[in-house]
């Protein structure tokens, strides 16, 4: 443990004042006693693991959780945070991960939503709102047109209209949760111009993010937290990658990441996939397909990894390829050579296919269920006869899942929602081991779990592959993704634009070809003519 | 010390509801009228025997409720479903002939007989064939054939048997088979609009309950058909087994409620079927990607839920000695309540059948004890509302969390009315 180092200013014009938070969710505790100090016009990093409780930090202080312990004062004056209601009337604005715009509303209406602009008692007046959203929106660099559905902007120009609407607001305090992890490099830059602007006007702007590249450039002071607790909180000129890193992790990197590659080439192609490609559903001018084009191949005890930005339809790929979108999708698919259908989940299961999807909680797990209810879930009816299941093997199930994958548990009926993260992503995975499966799709399996249970599954997925398994893995955490792959399909607005191989592997070089409008590998470009 | 008494207080909590029944047995015991012969009115055998009786028709509605309910949906359509059957029970017992009932009835058993025997067939040859060993995902092509030459044969078998019955009007066994097998294509159809059109069961079930009143008043071929079952000479006579008491006490229609929830308590407990029921309440998404047939689940659902609900119309065809179009009238509301009441949430995945017996026998004697006292029956509606609201914030409501809550909130107003005063007290001193 680290003590929190003492800042050096004096605690004058603090914006925001955070003190002794404490939140638990069931059984985890996921904030212990943290303090938080904000001052105006400052760019203040809030950094950590995932599950290290950043996001559930700010989210307390914009009124989005509803019980938590401490006290919170904005400009000198105690708030209790209890609907986002209370935060606004405070002046915080959080702009969130995923954007709470609504898609088929104009920019303006967005904007001025639950505010507008009326003529006479309650008639919108379009045109002043129009000019109005104009003027917030000139110094923010925006391109896009006021009176267009926000479904047809990109999502760099989506997010400006967030702040547009914060700044409507009033917003004093702007919280910023991993603004970037949908934007091209260009994009980026230009957020960050904005951000300093805004800075420079007194906005106190609170950064959420895991990219040292971007905190060590924007931010004046940086916050760490490592599970749930305050590690330290330093000044910009203090601030150094190696530094950061050390809190975040809590021990030094290569203990973690410790892992020996070996190469193979001559491999027994397990999954093959020759041209998917999925509809978009509300099509758009910018997308009408949300995968196209994409073809690769994984051998048995192959990682091979996905690369790209939100909304790259890396996900989307996992999800064709367990038969989640019958009659949008096509391409072809072979599991050992065999081509086999893919329209429902239950094809999939039969020809060897497992998915282990990001949201284990909304997907993964029968959350009021207990262990042995969700373990037995893929393979029930093989243990069944007439229908009755053998509550011995059931037993017996369980207690293998929880043996082999080292699950922590009080026993095999405990409740899988009182599990911590690590555990569920365990639990989730042992279910579809117990399918004895040859292909294995994992949707970011180490989102919001800890450190330690983050290197077991790391180790697992080592463990796996060397049993034979096919690996596909798709990580939004580029340490992750470079560490565990054997190659690295990039994808860009569904398209692939890169196969790299292990050598070839940088985090410039995956930005870049990830990128809207970055690079393109020859072989990519040229089957983009051919059609 | 503590162990112990932590240990009790986890007990009496688990088992709240059967203390619910116990004391309101108490008051019932206790408030009930005594008669000439000093004898306990409530707790006369007669009067207990009525009860169940009186709850039957109800219970067996909601066992189907609770399946519906436990997977995340609702069934609105029983009453309706519960006067059909009613309507073409009564029809078929006393009209021979081709009439719409038998024009109805017959058709759609064959169906129900074939899919039946072709979906169940493969499953148990598999089963036998393999022992012990395990079953397989999928039947064989030859076997499925098999499954569907001998459902087409059973459907013949069941066309001719029942075209057999029309000369004489059907019997008591006609009705049991043929009436539920209605309600088991539209339970079904019900849950083909849920699933395939993808539309909430509230309103899918809302226009089906509509619907089949419709149907079920055509069916007799004016609105308020009464169809007398046992008047004149034209009755089934054997028909009137479905209202004796056995051994002098049990009713019969009490026997077919025990013997639902028996049945299909046991098939939620141990079956993959149950097992299903609950995953796809407690997190659809995951069970549909853990490679489940969603879809094919909450069909059979709907349709068992349709088929109770018409065999609960047959009993009241035998009870009331008539088939009534709105033999069902607000049926589905008191069979949801009953639900409720056992503590089965709403939003599925956590219930159980034996809750739903404890909740049938709370409202049923909850009814009886004021019928007893000779309460009104608006005052008795008022009564029983309160009851469902009370019998659900204990089990749902936390009432721990929520007087938490409602605790935080008075000192928020404190503490804050406190700082209010202190940064008042501030800005005074700083001029």
Redesign the interface.
């Known amino acids: 443990m680290v003590a929190p180092t003492e800042l050096t200013e004096a605690p004058n014009h603090l914006a925001l004042q955070m003190r002794g938070i404490s939140k638990t969710f069931g059984p985890t505790t996921v904030l212990r006693k943290v303090d938080f100090d904000l001052r105006a016009g400052e760019i203040h990093a809030l950094m950590g693991e995932n599950g290290a409780g950043k996001s559930t930090l700010m989210k307390i202080a914009a009124g989005l959780i509803d019980?938590y312990d401490g006290e919170i004062y904005v400009g000198?004056?105690?708030h209790?945070m209890?609907s986002p209601r209370d935060a606004t009337r405070a002046g915080i604005a959080m702009i969130q991960q995923e954007l709470s715009l609504v898609p088929e509303l104009a920019v303006d209406e967005n904007i001025f939503l639950g505010q507008e602009k009326v003529r006479s008692l309650f008639i919108v007046d379009r045109e002043q709102q129009v000019r109005a959203a104009r003027e917030v929106l000139r110094p923010l660099d925006f391109h896009g047109r006021i009176d267009q559905p926000i479904a047809k902007l990109r999502v760099g120009e989506q997010q400006l209209v967030e702040i547009a609407k914060a700044l409507v607001a009033k917003a004093r305090i702007l919280i910023m949760d991993e603004p970037t992890s949908a934007l091209s490099i260009n994009e980026t830059e230009r957020l960050f111009q904005v951000i300093r602007t805004l800075a420079k006007e007194g906005v106190a702007i609170v950064y959420i993010s895991h990219r040292m590249e971007e905190v060590v450039a924007l931010a004046d002071t940086v916050t760490v937290l490592r599970d749930g607790q305050l590690i330290g909180r330093m000044s910009q000129e203090k601030a150094n990658r190696r530094e950061i890193i050390r809190m975040m992790v809590g021990r030094e990197l290569q203990d973690v990441f410790a892992s020996g590659k070996s190469e193979t080439s001559t491999r027994k192609q397990v999954l093959e996939v020759q041209n998917l490609r999925l509809e978009n559903p509300a099509p758009t001018v910018a997308r009408s397909m949300l995968v196209q084009n994409v073809s690769f191949s994984v051998g048995a005890g192959e990682v091979f990894g996905l690369a790209g930005l939100l909304g790259a339809g890396r996900t989307e790929t996992l999800e064709v390829l367990?038969g989640?979108h019958p009659g949008t999708s096509g391409g072809e698919v072979r599991v050992e050579g065999r081509k086999i259908r893919l329209l429902?989940?239950?094809d999939?299961?039969?020809a060897g296919i497992a998915?282990v999807?990001e949201d284990r909680k909304?997907?993964?797990?029968?959350?009021?269920?207990g262990i042995d209810?969700n373990a037995?879930?893929?393979v029930?009816?093989?243990?069944?006869?007439?229908?009755?299941?053998s509550?011995n093997e059931e037993l017996e199930l369980a207690d293998r899942t929880i043996r082999n994958l080292g699950i922590q548990a009080s026993g095999p009926r405990q409740l899988a929602g009182t599990l911590s993260g690590g555990n569920q992503q365990k639990l989730v995975i042992g279910?579809w081991l117990l399918?004895k499966p040859r292909v294995l799709l994992l949707d970011e399996p180490t989102r919001g779990i800890d450190v330690g249970a983050k290197a077991e599954i790391y180790r697992l997925i080592g463990t796996l592959a060397e049993q034979g398994l096919a690996i596909v893995l798709v990580s939004s955490e580029l340490p992750e993704l470079t560490l565990l792959s054997d190659r690295i399909l990039v994808l860009c607005e569904g398209r692939p634009t890169a196969l790299l191989s292990r050598d070839q592997f940088s985090h410039e070089t995956i930005l870049e070809y990830a990128s809207p409008g970055g690079s393109v590998q020859p072989a990519f470009s040229e089957m983009e003519v051919a059609r | 010390m503590k162990r112990v008494l932590t240990s009790t207080r986890n007990f009496l909590l688990q088992t709240k509801l059967f203390w619910g029944l116990a004391v309101l047995y108490l008051v019932g015991v206790f408030s009930s009228p005594i008669n000439r012969k000093g004898i306990n009115i409530f707790l006369s055998p007669g009067n207990q025997s009525d009860v169940l009786r009186q709850v039957s028709n109800n219970g067996i509605i909601a066992v189907g409720m609770t399946l519906v309910i436990l997977t995340g949906g609702i069934d609105l359509s029983v009453g309706s479903m519960m006067a059909l059957g009613s309507v073409v029970c009564a029809m078929l017992l006393t009209q021979q002939g081709w009439t719409n009932a038998s024009f109805l009835a017959i058709p759609v058993l064959a169906l129900v007989t074939f899919f039946l025997s072709a979906y169940l067939v493969p499953l148990i040859a598999i089963n036998a064939v393999r022992g012990s060993a395990r079953p397989m995902e999928k039947a064989n092509p030859s076997v499925r054939w098999c499954g569907i030459i001998f459902g087409a044969i059973l459907a013949i078998l069941s066309v001719w048997w029942t075209v057999g019955q029309l000369g004489t009007k059907f019997g008591v066994l006609g009705v049991l088979v043929a009436v539920p097998a209605v309600g088991l294509v539209f339970g079904a159809l019900n849950g083909l609009f849920i699933t395939k059109g993808k539309m909430q069961p509230f309103i899918v079930t809302l226009a089906m309950m509509v619907a089949i009143l419709g149907i079920a008043r055509l069916l007799g071929g004016s609105n308020m058909a009464v169809h007398p079952v046992y008047t004149g000479t034209n009755a089934t006579e054997n028909f009137d087994i479905l209202r004796a008491l056995v051994f002098q006490i049990i009713p019969v229609p009490g026997i077919f409620f025990i013997f639902a929830v028996l049945v299909f308590g046991f098939v939620l407990k141990v079956s993959t079927f149950g097992r299903y029921i609950y995953a796809i309440g407690g997190n659809e998404q995951a069970a549909r990607l853990a490679g489940i047939r969603v879809d094919q689940l909450k069909i059979a659902v709907y349709a068992i839920s349709g088929m109770l609900a018409c065999t609960a119309g047959v009993l009241y065809t035998a009870q009331y000695r008539q088939g009534k179009p709105d033999a069902g009238a607000g049926a589905e509301l008191d069979a949801i309540a009953a639900v409720v009441i056992g503590g089965t949430n709403l939003m599925g995945g956590r219930g159980s059948m034996i809750g739903t017996l404890v909740g049938v026998l709370i409202f049923g004697f909850l009814g009886n004890i004021l019928q007893l006292r000779n309460i009104d029956s608006n005052t008795q509606l008022v009564l029983k509302g309160g009851i469902i609201l009370a019998a659900v914030l204990l089990q749902e409501g936390q009432l721990g969390v929520r007087w938490k809550q409602i605790r935080s909130y008075f000192k928020v107003i404190d503490s804050g009315q406190e700082a209010g005063a202190k940064s008042r007290q501030v800005e005074e001193a700083s001029k």
Do not use: M, S, Y
């Open positions: 019980q000198g004056k105690h209790r209890v367990f989640l429902t989940p239950v999939a299961k039969a998915l999807t909304r997907d993964g797990l029968v959350l009021g269920a209810r037995e879930l893929a029930l009816r093989t243990i069944a006869t007439f229908g009755l299941v509550p279910k399918t």
